[in-house]
């Protein structure tokens, strides 16, 4: 089992940054894809950045050239750089990875609990 343990949200002006962490722990064997995603009120939840590990990674249009995600494999742990926030960023953010348990099994996907981020005009 994994865990994922979200930080760093919070209340910020449009235009101002914040950095969101997540860590994950539990019996680690092969984390694969790490990534973000946010869920708006009354909207689906979507996919914001992730990143393989072999260091692909991949954007929403909304937030290339703002947000830059970053792993330290080392410590199991997923960043996301949020620069230039605007009002439509405020959401719940949720962290994901991907992880196998052995090489003989398929990759299984964990949530993080979320943590809020508001922008204010």
């Known amino acids: 089992q994994v865990q994922l343990a979200e930080s760093g949200g919070g209340s910020v002006q449009a235009g101002g940054s914040l950095r969101l962490s997540c860590a994950a722990s539990?019996?680690?064997?092969?984390?694969?894809?790490m990534g973000w995603y946010r869920q708006a009120p009354g909207k689906q939840r979507e996919l914001v950045a992730s990143?393989?590990?072999?260091?692909?990674?991949n954007y929403a249009d909304s937030v290339k050239g703002r947000f830059t995600i970053s792993r330290d494999n080392a410590k199991n742990m997923v960043y996301l750089q949020m620069n230039s926030l605007k009002p439509e960023d405020t959401a719940v953010y949720y962290c994901?990875?991907?992880?196998?348990?052995?090489?003989?099994?398929?990759?299984?996907?964990?949530w993080g609990q979320g943590t809020q981020v508001t922008v204010s005009s």
């Open positions: 994901k990875v991907d992880h196998r348990r052995s090489w003989s099994v398929r990759l299984m996907s964990y």
């Open positions: 539990g019996h680690i064997f092969n984390i694969n894809t």
């Open positions: 990143l393989t590990g072999d260091g692909s990674s």
